[in-house]
């Protein structure tokens, strides 16, 4: 296993949820983590409360200037490298099929399936270098069926994918690429979507733990340390690691 302390990570989506709960548990043990997001008070107060270790970038990741700004931050920070790409970042769209919307189909593509492509695209020359790592998010939803989460869920299933394509396309570079599919754990994605409300949407997560083979939703922290064992594994690449308590299981809690 790669030690993490002195690791250089670039986490898109930093400022809430899985990617936040990964800067923390990276810094922790000894990263420079660089997190990227578009609004700038969020990346900001979730470096604050990290500390030195965490450098932030403000930019969208469907944008190729602040995609480069992105990747010459977290090399900065990361004194001249860059270790590990996690591609974290990304927006839900849904509805039933006869409401969807063409360019917000596009849209969604762009923001989970494409921007990481390029986004890694551009830092390959650094994990090339460094023989990093690249790690998706995917999700429970390319396992198990979610009525009126068609968008959401082809765009999960694209990236899990991609994955085993760049796995295969890029070893030869000594570049590792895997993926994280988490089941239910709180964050702001639905809320960012206008789906719901803070209050809204913790609830009608927490009415999906007996959905869990596990009885329970996760935690941020769960998902990271999957996260990291996949940055620090030298012999694991191309997979795509369930973490969600059994959600996909399909099975039921009395």
């Known amino acids: 296993m790669r030690p993490i302390d002195g690791m250089s990570v670039l986490i898109t989506g930093g400022g809430s949820g899985l990617g936040a709960g990964a800067a923390k548990h ?18 900001r107060d979730v470096a604050e409360s990290i500390g030195e270790r965490c450098a932030t970038v403000v930019g969208d ?59 890694t695209q551009s830092a390959l020359p650094h994990l090339e270098a460094s023989q990093g790592a690249v790690i998706f998010i995917g999700s429970v939803h390319s396992q198990r069926a979610f009525p009126g989460a068609s968008p959401y869920a082809a765009t999960k299933g694209a990236v899990e994918t991609l994955t085993g394509v760049l796995a295969a396309e890029l070893g030869s570079k000594g570049v590792r690429v895997s993926c994280v599919r988490p089941g239910g754990v709180f964050t702001e994605i639905n809320q960012r979507a206008g789906l719901f409300d ?52 399909g099975v039921t809690n009395a």
């Not at 596990?214 to 340390?225: F, M, N, P, S, V």
């Open 61 to 119: 990741v469907t944008v190729a200037a602040d995609r480069t700004a992105m990747i010459d931050a977290a090399v900065a920070h990361g004194n001249g490298r860059l270790d590990v790409l996690v591609n974290n970042a990304g927006n839900m769209y849904r509805g039933p099929l006869g409401t969807l919307d063409e360019q917000s189909l596009i849209d969604v593509f762009h923001s989970n399936v494409i921007a990481g492509m390029m986004l």
């Open 198 to 249: 803070d209050a809204t949407a913790f609830e009608r997560l927490q009415g999906l733990a007996s959905a869990h083979a596990l009885g329970r939703i996760g935690t941020a922290d769960e998902i990271a340390e999957a996260i990291e064992y996949l940055a620090r594994a030298e012999w694991t690449t191309g997979a795509v690691m369930t973490v969600d308590g059994g959600l996909g299981l």
């Open 26 to 43: 990276f810094a922790d043990r000894g990263a420079r983590v660089t997190i990227s997001g578009r609004r700038a008070d969020k990346v």
